[in-house]
């Protein structure tokens, strides 16, 4: 059983489109977050929220916009996409134990393709 | 600026070698840090966490953490070519998330 799913795996869309990424973990982890790893493979946080609540907000364009109906659930929407947008997206889950950071599962990734 | 850098790489070593990897943090307020191992084209997968200073040994893998020199290295016994990848250092700073270093990519040498 995947831990942390994501869909779609791969997207491929023209530029000024909007598209969503979905992303589940059957861990029972209260923690969810979203990454962007560019080209040069750096991987950097963009949102994180417990329980529903949005913890980290890393200062993202407001074209990007996380929703978490559930604390299983946390999907990604972005708006009008721009060329710069292409990159392989992580969603991530981790425990939370209120101090400590816990490690994190990451999902296989969506690859995003702006034309 | 909460930093963790390492060395890009390439980083080769022969097989049956130790791979020694190194990452460097900028903030002594520091309690948790992670190594993750990405294979190209695929996510990045847990290999050691640690969280005191000193050594932690799992299989062919040893984590040291020298919190007062602000590094933590990944030490990787007897190298085979299954560990070639690219080797990420994460670090927890206190502020609710995990800080990456650019990481390095480590290549085994048959």
């Known amino acids: 059983d995947t831990a942390v799913s994501q869909t779609p795996k791969y997207l491929v869309t023209q530029m000024g489109n909007d598209k969503s990424i979905k992303c589940e973990q059957n861990?029972?982890?209260?923690?969810m977050y979203w990454y962007k790893q560019d080209s040069k493979k750096f991987l950097k946080i963009m949102f994180s929220?417990?329980?529903?609540?949005?913890?980290i907000n890393e200062t993202v364009p407001n074209r990007f916009s996380p929703k978490s109906p559930d604390k299983a659930h946390l999907n990604l929407h972005i708006n009008s996409l721009e060329l710069g947008d292409s990159a392989v997206y992580f969603c991530?889950?981790?425990?939370?134990?209120?101090?400590?950071?816990?490690?994190?599962?990451f999902g296989d990734g969506t690859r995003l393709s702006i034309l | 600026q909460k930093e963790v850098e390492q060395n890009s790489g390439p980083l080769s070593v022969p097989e049956g070698a130790i791979a020694s990897l190194n990452c460097t943090y900028s903030?002594?307020?520091?309690?948790?840090f992670f190594w993750y191992r990405q294979y190209s084209g695929k996510s990045p997968e847990l290999i050691m966490s640690?969280?005191?200073?000193g050594d932690k040994e799992d299989g062919r893998f040893t984590a040291q953490l020298n919190k007062a020199s602000q590094y933590v290295s990944l030490l990787i016994r007897d190298s085979q070519p299954s560990d070639s990848a690219t080797y990420l250092c994460?670090?927890?700073?206190?502020?609710?998330?995990?800080?990456f270093g650019t990481g390095t990519r480590l290549t085994i040498i048959p």
């Open positions: 991530a889950s981790s425990p939370w134990t209120g101090g400590i950071m816990q490690p994190q599962h």
């Open positions: 861990l029972g982890h209260d923690t």
């Open positions: 929220y417990n329980n529903k609540e949005l913890i």
């Open positions: 903030d002594r307020v520091s309690q948790s």
């Open positions: 640690i969280y005191s200073n």
């Open positions: 994460a670090v927890d700073f206190g502020n609710e998330k995990l800080t």
